[in-house]
């Protein structure tokens, strides 16, 4: 915190901001966030924050009491990478403000609204003889009721909705004797949070509070001296983690969870040192404490890639003694096949990062490090600060609960292009051998044999489309941020053109890998979202596309297509993109952004290497 200080005393802003959010994922009491807040408001008023990818306009409503929560929110908001405009309503007046088409809250528009809710707020508890059926009669009532108020917020604002869960009641006049009474307070919230889960539509993410609260204790994380006197839904010891959760829940709808965990290998994913214990000598699988400890961390890393995440190795390793555990140990729960990349070498730790974030085309604040050595990550911390380093414990048993708590890889849904992810790049090295082996980068495209699917947007890619859309930042003309719901009222705008693309060719599907959104004003069509995915650059999937945009633009009557390109420092790989397609300047915009425009007559089809087919 004095280093801090002494940062923004020297007025070295930009290492101030570093260190701010270094802090801020870190930062453990709630005088210490206090102290942050105070510093992040200091710093804001005189410097913006380096490298926010869009403002995120929050709502706080609820029944409980708001007012400790606009601070931290906007700190933590911030560490996910995003600028925060947090506005919170009175005690208790959420249904007023949600139902009121001129209330505070619906004029101010929120993309997001945290919807806070306790046990207090329940509108009906079933009566203590009520049998499991009037038990489930009212479970129903009572989620339909909170479910009904975000659709109304939803339709007020088409904003998406952080639905708290209701934690458990800290006492128990039943006893033991409550876990047989379906009536039982506890046993009922119960059954509204599973009800709640299950029919929360889309735009609706449920705060898991009843879990978080099971995890710090429900009677630390409630304390009924705060709520008689200030309606505070959550002790202070526990504020943070309440934030910190909330917080990597909105940058995850934004498209600010990393995608790829990338690993050191001795002390890591197993005890020992292979290159100076061998094989044999190292530590993991079952019948050892430690090498159980190692075993259950790489069962959880192997949860995060079946969900999505990529895997990358980098460790400071001859490379046949790193690949040694994989080949030969049948209790190595993670395989060669596994990881995306696999780097072992003796160069630094962040050289190797930097060329696994290119190999995969990715950023590097996408990336997540973790080494048992502290050494290692501070030099990780201090040459690429982007990435995101986990500070383990000196005990490999605390290691899923560590990278678990740090929330790096949040999500709000799971489409099938994440689970296929890892076998995509896998395919995707394959490709690049084939091209760095042709003659020629025609013959190349012509030999992967790519077949493409155009729809316009679709309710099941409705999901991919929106993580595409926040995502992605290489091919991307305008960066425009979008949520699901406004994604979503595009989509059914009838002056909107919606076009994406799904892709598959010789060595399997790449699936749905660009986006593109126009709207029709008179005769004109004005392109807002154009952006594909870095893993099909450079396959002519854009002349295609162009192609299909002209023909639907003819059948509405479009005589003219714009398009904006707008520079960011991650962009520029598009910036001729329109000119070499055939548009011409239209002039400058006051943020810097050129303009273009394609007049439709007199336009000639394009010839990129790619079939088009109804289904593949």
């Not at 801090?4 to 270094?22: F, G, N, V």
Request: a negative charge.
């Amino acid at each position: 915190m004095q280093a801090l200080k002494a940062l923004i005393k020297s007025e070295d802003y930009e290492l101030a901001w570093q260190r701010l959010m270094t802090l801020a994922d870190s930062v453990g009491d709630y005088p210490s966030l206090t102290g942050l807040c105070r510093l992040r408001k200091k710093l804001g008023k005189i410097s913006q924050r380096p490298g926010l990818r869009r403002v995120v306009r929050l709502a706080v409503l609820g029944g409980a009491s708001t007012e400790l929560l606009e601070g931290p929110l906007q700190l933590f908001i911030e560490s996910q990478g995003l600028d925060a405009i947090v506005q919170c309503s009175e005690y208790n007046t959420f249904v007023q403000e949600i139902l009121d088409p001129a209330s505070d809250t619906v004029s101010f528009k929120p993309d997001v609204a945290l919807l806070m809710t306790t046990a207090a707020n329940i509108p009906r508890w079933p009566g203590l003889g009520d049998d499991l059926d009037g038990v489930n009669r009212t479970a129903v009532d009572v989620s339909d009721y909170w479910l009904d108020l975000c659709e109304r917020l939803h339709k007020q604002t088409n904003c998406e909705v952080i639905l708290d869960n209701f934690h458990a009641i800290p006492t128990r006049p039943l006893g033991n004797l409550a876990v047989k009474t379906p009536s039982e307070p506890n046993n009922f919230l119960a059954r509204v949070n599973l009800r709640l889960g299950e029919n929360a539509p889309a735009y609706v993410h449920v705060n898991d509070v009843a879990q978080l609260a099971c995890q710090y204790g429900v009677r630390n994380w409630f304390d009924a001296r705060f709520w008689f006197h200030a309606k505070q839904p959550v002790s202070f010891s526990c504020l943070i983690p309440y934030v910190r959760n909330t917080a990597r829940m909105i940058g995850a709808l934004l498209g600010c969870a990393a995608k790829c965990l990338v690993l050191d290998l001795d002390n890591t994913l197993w005890g020992g040192v292979v290159g100076d214990d061998g094989v044999e000598g190292i530590r993991i699988g079952d019948g050892d404490a430690v090498g159980e400890a190692f075993k259950a961390f790489q069962e959880y890393v192997l949860n995060l890639k079946q969900r999505g995440v990529m895997l990358a190795v980098c460790s400071k390793n001859d490379e046949v003694h790193a690949l040694g555990p994989f080949q030969e140990l049948s209790d190595m729960v993670l395989k060669r096949d596994d990881f995306v990349a696999f780097v072992a070498n003796w160069e630094p730790k962040p050289d190797n990062i930097a060329a696994i974030a290119a190999q995969l085309n990715i950023g590097l604040n996408a990336i997540v490090f973790v080494d048992d050595n502290p050494a290692e990550r501070e030099h990780v911390r201090q040459r690429l600060p982007e990435v995101r380093v986990v500070e383990l414990s000196d005990d490999p048993a605390d290691y899923p609960r560590i990278l678990d708590d740090a929330g790096y890889f949040e999500v709000m849904s799971i489409s099938a292009e994440d689970q296929a992810r890892t076998r995509q790049y896998q395919q995707n090295a394959a490709r690049v051998r084939l091209q760095e082996s042709a003659g020629d980068y025609q013959d190349y495209l012509k030999s992967l044999d790519q077949r493409a699917v155009i729809r316009p947007f679709e309710k099941n890619h409705l999901e991919r489309i929106t993580q595409l859309i926040n995502k992605s930042n290489q091919f991307n003309l305008t960066t425009l941020r979008l949520s699901r719901s406004q994604v979503e009222a595009m989509m059914t705008d009838e002056d909107y053109v919606t076009v994406c693309v799904r892709l598959a060719d010789r060595f399997g599907d790449n699936g749905l890998i660009s986006v593109v959104a126009g709207k029709q004003v008179d005769n004109v069509l004005h392109i807002e979202l154009w952006l594909m995915s870095c893993r099909v650059l450079k396959r002519n999937v854009e002349m295609l596309l162009l192609n299909h945009l002209v023909d639907i633009s003819s059948r509405r009557g479009v005589a003219n297509i714009q398009g904006i390109y707008r520079p960011t420092p991650k962009n520029g790989l598009v910036k001729r993109l329109y000119p070499t397609l055939g548009f011409q300047e239209a002039g400058d915009m006051p943020d810097g952004a050129k303009k273009y425009s394609l007049k439709l007559d007199g336009f000639s089809p394009l010839s990129p290497p790619i079939m088009v087919v109804d289904e593949y």
